[in-house]
Each structure stands twice: as C-alpha cells, then as structure tokens.
C-alpha cells in the first residue's frame, strides 16, 4: 500500500507537470513555426535530431545510472550508492568529451556535406549547430542529478523544474519577436542559456539534498567497466531507437526536402504531448520496479508489470480515439496553416504510440535485471531495422513518405513479441497471466472503442468542425473510461475505484 500510494503521489506530480508542459509546448511550437517559417523550422527540426543522434552514448548511460542509482537504494546501502553516484558523474564528463569530438567532426561533415539546406542558410545552420551541440553537452553532465532525484522519487522538484524550464522557453518565444537579426540563431542560442539554468538548478538542489551526490573521484575498474558494460548494450538498443527516430527524420529530409521534415517535427512534437501521459505514470512506477527486483520481491515486480502495461495503455487510448477523429480540426486550431503530411504523420505516429506504450514496463525490468546484452541485441536490431527498410522502401521502390511509420508499426509489434520471450527467461515472467490480464482485456476494450468511434464520426460529421471536436471528444472520453471499467479492470481493482470515488462524494 506504502509503495502504492507512494506511485500515485508521484503520478500526480508528474500529471501536473504534464498538463503545464503540454500546453505551452504546443503553444510555443506554434509560436516558433510561425517566427521562424516552414524552412527554418524544418531545418532547427533536423539539426536538433542529427545532434541528437550523436547523442546516444548519453541515453544509453542515462538508462544505466537510473538502474543502479535505484537498485543500490533498494538494497540500502549508502556506501555503494556514494560510490556509484562518482563514477556515474565520471563517465558522463567523459561521454561529454567523447561526444564533443564526435561533433565536431562527423557530424560537422555531415551538416556541411549531405544534408539539404537552401545555400544562403548555410552560415545559420552552423552556427545553430553548434549551440545545439553546446546544450547536448551540458545535457550529458547533467544526467546523473536528474537520475538521483528519479531514484529518490522526488518527481515534485523534477516536475516545478520541468514546469520553469518550459515557461523560460515560452519566455524566449516573446524574445524572438524583439529581434530582427536572424531567428534562427538566436533561438538556438537562446534555447542553450535556458538549459545551462536548469543544469546549475538541478546540480544545486541535488547537493543540497542528497549527501551522495557530493563528488569524490576513485578510480574503480571493476565498477566501471560493469557499468559500461551494461551502458555498452544499453546503447546498441538507444542506437535503435534513434535510428528509428531521427534516422526517419534525414531519409525524409534525403527524399523530400525540409518541409516534411517540419511536418515530421511537428509530428514529434505531438507524440512526445501524447507519450507524457505514458512516461509520467511509468516515471513513477520505474523506481519500484527495479527496488522490488533489487529486494527479490518478483511477484510484486510481476504485478506492478502487468498494472503498469495495462494502464498505459489506458492513458494513451483515452487520448487516441479523440485525436485521431479530430486531427485536421485540431492543427487548423493550433497552426493555422499545418504543413503538408502533418495530418498523415501524426494519424500513424498515434498508432505507434499505442503498441509501444504496452512495452515501457517490459523494457525497465529486463534493465532490472542487468542481464541485457542479449535482449538489446535480438530487440536493438529488430528495432533499428526501420532505417533500412525504410531506406530501400523510399529509394528503390519510391515509397510515399507514410511509409516509415507503416514500417515502424509493423517492427513495433514484432519487438513487443521479443520482449515478452526475453522477460520469460530473465525472470520466469508468467507470459500466460500478461496475455490474459493484459494483452487480451486491451484488445477487448480496443474493438467497442473502435466502433464507438466510428458510430461517432457516422452520425455527427454534420456538425461544425469545433462543435464536432467539442462533442466527439466528450462523448468518446465518456465511452472510453466506461468500457475501461467494465472490461479493463479486473474484480479488486474495479472495488478499488468504486471506494475511491464513493470517498471523494462523501467528502
């Protein structure tokens, strides 16, 4: 019950968070695309993402210090905690440099020498490059406080400094219009002073709050090379998923031009909006995942497994069926004038979003375990197959842009199946129980929303497009929590909602 409650608390941070987030980004996004044109935007768009694909020694190390900052404050040990806050701060000054280097010199060929950009932007690009490169670094360092505070589970302070972090940015939108010097870079500069506030905020609490986070070098083969290992597999999986990602991102930009390429940042914008529902609850469920399998409490590592897929799957659905209905209303709402595909993107991206979300809670605790070398190989290469499939799809047989979501989704599912055979061998994972407890009561609650949704679409398509959107959504928002409960919820946690609400009326 402690943990239970100590879950939902958390949850609601990181909801209050969410809400906040969501809107001003979406409002920036809007902002920004709109200051800086369809081009430039693009381009910001796809620089962003090659910076990002560099990156990914920091994602991979993000993964590790999260597992064994959280596993050694399950076992309680103090001493070994100090330790592994050290070496983890160490490593992530050296991935800094690493990175830096590799900035500098494959990714400068490539911004100079493949991607597609008009000439006279050429000096833009650059320099806006380099800020990105500047905020990935200062990004990288700032990992292990951010980790610390996960572990804890101190998900308030993570979330009034997301909350400022993304205000500042809406601050630098207002800024932008005082310029008349080129927009690009100064959001791009701008963007880099918002992050170095964050990072000193972040380092500044952590030391103030935690004695472990007080930094003393010690040397430590043993340790390091463990954690390396793992980070070493952790980031053939992260390649994946970049891959995935922003590799979509150049092969449109290869193929198209940059203005799908602001289309697909578009699209981004609106999957990371839609995935917080999912990472904020699975934020808060993470920490106890890992504790209860450092503590060898597997069965409740079991169930918080199966909780924890089924309600994400909840979270993401209630959003699915209104957003896929009302998209075209929704980006002449938020845009205006949306680019080209944006409607297409994001309709396939949702679709993604849906599979993916069942596999988070699967994914944290094959980490769990520290035995991953295995499973990021078979699940890292069927993930990262995307690219060239992809790649093939588009050039040889002149593939419509859609077609690198169509491929995503179909390896989705086929990684989802994978994790499932992994987790029955890493921790004798009851694959039967998942499939009856999850699997088969989400795809029984996904057929009546489906059609619910189509009887919605038959019956009211003759309204207004707003008061379509106004009504389509509150009905579906109805339908979808009351199917929820009748067929998503089993006995107990059915008992469970009716006394929570039953106790806010009495109250």
């Known amino acids: 019950m402690s943990s239970s409650k100590t ?40 620089v962003g993402g090659i910076v990002a694909m560099l990156g990914i020694l920091n994602s991979a190390m993000a993964n590790a210090t999260q597992r064994y900052l959280s596993f050694d404050i399950g076992k309680g ?22 990175v830096f280097v590799l900035t500098e010199t494959i990714g400068l060929w490539y911004i100079n020498n493949v991607m597609n950009f008009p000439e006279n932007r050429a000096i ?16 990288i360092i700032q990992v292990p406080y951010n980790a610390l505070i996960l572990a804890h589970e101190k998900m308030a302070v993570y979330a009034y400094v997301s909350i400022l972090e993304v205000i500042l940015k809406l601050i630098i939108v207002f800024i932008l219009d005082a310029f008349n010097y080129d927009k690009l870079i100064i959001y791009a ?35 390091f090379k463990e954690i390396l290992s793992y980070s070493g597999w952790n980031l053939f999986g992260n390649f994946a998923v970049v ?29 990371t909006a839609v995935s917080l529902f999912v990472t904020n609850f699975q934020a808060a469920l993470n920490p106890q995942i890992i504790k209860n399998y450092a503590a060898q409490e597997l069965n409740k590592m079991y169930n918080l497994i199966c909780t924890g897929s089924k309600l994400s799957f909840f979270l993401v659905i209630l959003l699915f069926f209104p957003l896929y209905l009302n998209i075209d209303t929704i980006l002449e709402i938020w845009l205006s004038n949306p680019p080209e595909k944006t409607n297409s993107f994001i309709k396939l991206a949702l679709v993604v979003i849906l599979i993916d979300c069942l596999s988070g809670p699967l994914m944290v605790s094959a980490q769990a375990t520290g035995r991953i070398k295995n499973y990021q190989i078979v699940v890292g290469t069927i993930v990262f197959l995307n690219l060239p499939i992809s790649f093939i799809g588009l050039k040889y047989f002149e593939a419509k842009s859609e077609f690198v979501f169509y491929v995503s989704i179909f390896l989705s599912v086929f990684a989802f199946i994978f994790r499932l055979y992994f987790l029955k061998n890493m921790i004798n994972f009851p694959i039967a129980r ?59 946690e059915k008992t469970f909602v009716q006394r929570m609400v039953i106790g806010k009326i009495k109250k």
């Not at 590799?247 to 699209?267: E, I, K, Q």
């Open 189 to 223: 500069i701008l963007t880099f002073l918002v992050a170095l506030i964050i990072r000193l905020i972040y380092q500044f609490y952590c030391r103030k709050k935690f004695i472990e986070s007080h930094y003393e070098y010690k040397w430590s083969p043993v340790f």
């Open 7 to 46: 879950i939902a608390k958390n949850t609601l941070f990181l909801y209050f968070r969410m809400i906040l987030i969501m809107g001003i980004t979406l409002y920036t996004s809007r902002i920004v695309l709109k200051q800086l044109g369809v081009s430039d935007f693009g381009l910001y768009s796809l």
């Open 77 to 98: 040990d103090l001493e070994q905690l100090k330790k592994t806050f050290s070496a983890t701060l160490t490593i992530h000054f050296g991935i800094a440099i690493f």
């Open 434 to 492: 998942y499939l009856k407890t999850v699997i088969l009561r989400v795809l029984l609650l996904f057929i009546p929303c489906l059609l619910a949704c189509q009887i919605v679409y038959r019956y009211l398509k003759e309204l207004h497009e707003v008061h379509f959107l106004i009504v389509s959504t509150t009905v579906l928002l109805i339908v979808t929590l009351t199917f929820i409960f009748i067929i998503g919820l089993d006995k107990n």
């Open 124 to 139: 833009s690009i650059n320099v806006v490059y380099q800020f990105s490169v500047l905020t990935l670094l200062l990004t």
């Open 243 to 271: 891959a995935r990602n922003q590799g979509n991102n150049v092969l449109l930009n290869l193929f198209f031009g940059p203005v799908l390429n602001a289309s697909y940042g578009l699209t981004n914008q609106v999957q």
